[in-house]
């Protein structure tokens, strides 16, 4: 309940702030954007979805696309460098 401290989510909050910037240049929603860069993978051929509407079936079937590679490879380097260095700030909190 009390995992996350203010301190996690403001730094996930901060090294987020990037890939929400995609959305805007992408004109997409944060899910269209996470099922996007899922299906740039030519190793993935299908991804399911969590889908308990018919808003969520819309809105995981439309508007998906190709992202660049430089903004692909912009958010492989957020897991690299920011949100391995949040896991270890969460690790250290027990």
Same mark, same amino acid.
Not at 3 to 9: A, F, Y
């Given at each position: 309940?009390? $995992?996350?401290t203010?301190?996690?989510?403001? =730094? *996930? =909050? %901060? ?7 995609? *959305?805007?240049?992408?004109? *997409? !929603?944060? @899910?269209?954007? =996470?099922? &996007? ?8 051929? @299908?991804?399911?979805? #969590?889908? $308990? @509407? &018919?808003?969520?079936? %819309?809105?995981? @079937? !439309? ?15 957020? #897991?690299?460098?920011?949100f391995?260095q ?7 909190? #027990?």
């Amino acid at each position: 309940k009390n $995992r996350l401290t203010e301190e996690v989510i403001k =730094a *996930c =909050a %901060d090294a987020l702030e990037p890939v929400w910037k995609l *959305c805007e240049k992408y004109h *997409c !929603t944060k @899910t269209q954007l =996470a099922l &996007s860069y899922i299906l740039s993978y030519p190793e993935v051929s @299908t991804i399911i979805p #969590g889908i $308990r @509407t &018919s808003e969520h079936v %819309d809105s995981n @079937t !439309t508007g998906l696309f190709q992202l660049d590679e430089k903004d692909k490879k912009m958010m492989e380097q957020l #897991g690299v460098n920011e949100f391995s260095q949040i896991m270890q700030m969460i690790q250290q909190q #027990g």
